[in-house]
């Protein structure tokens, strides 16, 4: 199995090629990784002690984050590596601070895995939340390298739990621990012979109320808000954009919108742009312009919206109509915001609880969406009794990062 795995690897590994001719994403892909061994070997030296992290994209080194800065504090020595697959995590992290190394990760091919291990020599391995690659696994055991899951999610459908799946299965003997989000998750993983588990939670609560103590004020947020009720529209697609231009453009010039989309392409935000009758503004056109005179502030950059959701009385979180679903829920529930979300959102634990608990409401259409904005903005009681809803079920989840801590460290 393992002989045919690397074929497709192998062969994966041309199509992914023959793609970057055409795709900028793909492009990224495939250069990034060429450079991956000349910035290890140019920061990670044979004698450096080294703890390596993997995170699959963007989602999960943030979810990554409370136990880098942990282990960080724990192992003052050691170098960290952070390792993305994918371009939109890498891009957008790849000159963080908190590791010493940032690359992409290899292909999962044997003389990849060998080199990249060899070059890194990590004493600490985490994966974060899934991603499992059977050829560095297999060395990772060789070496007996003490490798651990953090904020694990397992599922039926994975392949570990259906019939052909013995050479998945046996990829996970390489994990010292799993330390999993929920009991279902620690459930499934015993029926197929692991008991070496634990439910800590998910770090991303640790991540998300630690952003509580940083600096999040932006002066001209503040200067476009006008001391006037702001909904904060998160991560948006075109077709949450559908339903939320219509109710933008017939909303009261008493309401403030901040639209931060998903993708930030200059062509798609004209296109938003010239959807809304509203006075609309872009981050990118700021600097001259007083915003408090507009009802409708586009963000056409990345890397603040956390810090956005601080000011608002009402967030939509944005990607609910699409596949697999809503983006993160956790950053405005931190502050205590209320918040709205497209009907996709069950293989998101966060966003069950709190639909469930009423602290999140799910729309459909474009007549749900309306009625969840104007009962948020004409009930004030209802709106802060969602939003304490939130802040509490953040506040009461936190805590994963020490009980991962302190098994590691036992």
Not at 280 to 307: H, M, P, Q, R
Request: proline share 3%; hydrophobic share 40%; charged share 20%.
């Amino acid at each position: 199995m393992l002989f045919l795995y690397n074929l497709i690897i192998l062969f994966a590994s041309q199509v992914v090629k023959l793609l970057a001719l055409f795709s900028p994403k793909m492009k990224l892909f495939v250069d990034g990784r060429k450079e991956v061994f000349s910035i290890l070997q140019s920061k990670i030296n044979p004698n450096d002690k080294t703890i390596w992290f993997h995170a699959a994209s963007l989602g999960e080194y943030e979810q990554g984050i409370p136990v880098i800065e942990k282990i960080k504090i724990n192992y003052p020595n050691h170098k960290i590596v952070v390792t993305f697959f994918s371009p939109s995590g890498y891009e957008v992290r790849k000159n963080n601070t908190i590791a010493d190394a940032t690359v992409y990760l290899p292909l999962d091919t044997k003389s990849n895995a060998q080199k990249f291990i060899k070059t890194i020599h990590p004493e600490l391995v985490f994966f974060i939340k899934y991603e499992y690659w059977p050829n560095y696994l297999n060395e990772l055991k060789k070496l007996e390298i003490k490798t651990y899951l953090i904020s694990g999610i397992f599922r039926e459908k994975q392949a570990f739990f259906k019939w052909y799946g013995k050479f998945y299965r046996n990829s996970l003997k390489t994990f010292n621990y799993f330390f999993v989000q929920n009991e279902s998750s620690k459930n499934l993983i015993q029926t197929i012979g692991f008991n070496n588990v634990k439910v800590s939670g998910d770090t991303r609560f640790d991540r998300v109320v630690s952003i509580l103590g940083s600096h999040n004020s932006l002066d001209f947020i503040e200067q476009f808000k006008d001391n006037k009720t702001t909904i904060v529209i998160g991560s948006s697609w075109p077709k949450d954009e559908n339903l939320l231009v219509n109710y933008i453009n017939n909303a009261s010039n008493e309401i403030k919108f901040i639209i931060a989309p998903h993708n930030i392409k200059a062509e798609q935000i004209s296109n938003l742009k010239s959807q809304i009758t509203k006075s609309a503004v872009l981050f990118s056109e700021k600097s001259t312009i007083d915003l408090s005179n507009f009802n409708v502030f586009i963000i056409d950059t990345i890397g603040i919206l956390t810090k956005i959701y601080s000011y608002a009385d009402i967030a939509y979180v944005g990607g609910g109509f699409g596949n697999p679903g809503v983006h993160n829920i956790l950053e405005p529930a931190t502050f205590g915001v209320p918040i709205i979300i497209g009907p996709n959102y069950s293989h998101f634990a966060e966003a069950t609880a709190l639909v469930h608990q009423e602290g999140c409401v799910s729309i459909s259409n474009q007549n749900e969406l309306n009625e969840a904005f104007d009962n948020l903005i004409f009930n004030e009681d209802v709106r802060h009794e969602k939003g304490h809803i939130c802040s509490t079920f953040v506040q009461m989840n936190k805590g994963a990062t020490d009980v991962i801590l302190k098994h590691i460290n036992s």
